[in-house]
């Protein structure tokens, strides 16, 4: 609202709501900081763990940054620029959505310091910046190489993105199956595509009888106990249309008078249902996996001719089968030719748990690759998935950058070691913008030390000073949460890809950057949306 002549002027739609200057500020950043310090006691080996139940009373229980803030039923628009980093975070590499999101919320409330001492958000936002883009050299910096072949190393990697993440009793067994499974499907080149890795979750058994299968696995039955339990050399045909009688698209009455009639009727139906069973065993396909339905007779005929049917395949396992077997989805009966059928050594019904699997091995193009995880409860078996997605991808990232760095908060203490110098030799306010940054990155040794219950104040002092004696080793001293000591990272295993830490600074620097640049909020009411 403003005046003009003693006369308001209204240029905002009644109730809109209107918050400016630093209001505005402080509201946005007390509600990223609220953010972050939601997600804080998770980060690290000793994080806890939270429980979300929705609106229906479903439960989560999880570690993982973004499943929590993705679950949370946040409002606050700045409060939603924070939960989109965990998602970029997300999408970029896999993990580390607890660290950015943490070291945001520090940027944020460091920079509110500064606007106390009355530094303009612009100059705060400017050495944020500047801070962010060294970093990143620096970082690439201390980095290490990966050597794709290191299966050691690979191991540890997945290793340090499991731990904490309920997946400790079996971490030596899952971490063989990531390696495994990314080493398969790697190109040539480094380039790895984590699609091609299924992960089948299934309830009962132990974490220990978790399996990975070269090829694909279908959790489905075939539909007619008939029907062979295994085909050798297997002629695959993906089907994206119904098996079925041919229902009348509108609602028309048949009326039948006689019995004879029914029977013409019945056998018409009989009649074409055959004769789309003859076009599949025509076409030389032993198993068929079907999209949509399969109704009876025409299971009865697909057994009789000794084909593998499979019926209400998921859309995604279609596309999956298609790339592993090299087979086309044919999406209409007349178009089932020998030319679209794709290939497997065998496709197999197998029992896991008690319920009845689909295996599909020996695939014409071998990169394809699956996992069954299994453990004792839902909870379990879904935070177990979580953790194996993470560690799926962040192998996947080592392999591909080649190149990662040490864990246990070693990174963020050398960063912000050569970010206090840089800072000096920049000078004038925007150095304190860089020194505010550079303290910001300690909050992850902090919080990693606060989560283990050890006293962050010495960790942090013990810490500096072994990064500042300098010396080879120097750069990778961190906090070993789980011998509750600082030690050199890499000889205790605890490693990172590059990716986690270039993706974290950066994202969470331009959401502090976005936030602290907004100094007007205006709302539309929402009665009158
Ligand atoms: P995020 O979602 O950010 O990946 P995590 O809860 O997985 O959060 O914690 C990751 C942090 O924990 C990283 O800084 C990593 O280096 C550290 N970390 C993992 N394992 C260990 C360990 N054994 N000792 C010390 N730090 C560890």
Redesign the pocket.
Known sequence: MSSLGGQPILILKEGSQRTRGRDAQSGNIAAAKAVASAVRT????K?MDKMLVDTIGDVVIT???VTILKEMDIEHPAAKMMVEIAKTQDDEVG??????VVIAGELLKRAEDLLEQDVHPTVIAHGYRMAADKAQDILKDIAIDVKPDDMVLLRKIAD??M???GAEAAKDKLTELVVKAITMVADADGTVDTQFVKVEKKVGGSIEDSEIVEGMIIDKERVHPAMPRVVADAKILLLNAAVEFKKTEVDAEISITSPDQLQMFLDEEERMIKGIVDKVVASGANVLFCQKGIDDIAQHYLAKAGIFAVRRVKKSDMEKLARATSAAVVSSIDAIAPEELGKACSVEEKKVSGEEMIFVTGCENPKAVSMIIRGGTEHVVDELDRAMEDALRVVSVAVEDKKFVA???APEIELSLRLREYAASVGGRAQLAIEAFANALEI?PRT?AENAGLDPIDMLVALRASHEKGGADAKYM?????NAASGN?LA?G?V?PLR?KTQ?VSSAAEAAVMILRIDDVIAASKSAG
């Not at 998770?42 to 080996?45: A, R």
């Not at 961190?478 to 789980?482: F, P, S, T």
């Open positions: 998770t980060l690290g080996p994080g570690n993982d940054g993990d580390g959505t607890t660290t950015a340090t993105a731990t904490g993440k864990g246990g908060g992850i990693l961190g906090l070993d949460v789980l990272m205790a605890v990172e986690v974290a």
